[in-house]
């Protein structure tokens, strides 16, 4: 089974950081595209990021754009967000995303239906 465990969410003051880190077991890493996306009460699952499988190409939804970044460790199987200028409206749960087809492009993971899921890590931004 593809088990994906987030970890990092917390509490912090509008303007603060926070890194996620998402820790991959059950299959090959390397060769999947991998992404987060962020759900708050009463909305639909978002996009926020993806990287593609070779690490090449990255792909940002707007509203997050130039405040955070995405990155991986093929070899350690593990993929970060980095959080930064972190605002009320980034107040969510983080799911951490791999894709079920191998050799994708990250904009295809942001469109994709059949995703892994992670179990979500809280991000909590105080104004």
């Known amino acids: 089974q593809v088990r994906l465990v987030e970890s990092g969410g917390g509490l912090v003051q509008a303007g603060g950081s926070l890194r996620l880190s998402c820790a991959a077991s059950?299959?090959?890493?390397?060769?999947?595209?991998m992404g987060w996306f962020r759900q708050a009460p009463g909305k639909e699952r978002e996009f926020v990021a993806a990287?593609?499988?070779?690490?090449?190409?990255?792909y940002y939804a707007d509203s997050v754009k130039g405040r955070f970044t995405i990155s991986r460790d093929n070899a350690k199987n593990t993929l970060t967000l980095q959080m930064n200028s972190l605002k009320p409206e980034d107040t969510a749960v983080y799911y951490c995303?791999?894709?079920?087809?191998?050799?994708?492009?990250?904009?295809?993971?942001?469109?994709?239906?059949?995703?892994?899921w992670g179990q979500g890590t809280q991000v909590t931004v105080s104004s």
């Open positions: 059950g299959r090959s890493f390397s060769g999947y595209t």
């Open positions: 990287i593609m499988w070779n690490g090449i190409n990255r």
């Open positions: 995303a791999a894709d079920m087809i191998s050799y994708r492009t990250a904009q295809q993971l942001s469109r994709a239906e059949n995703r892994y």
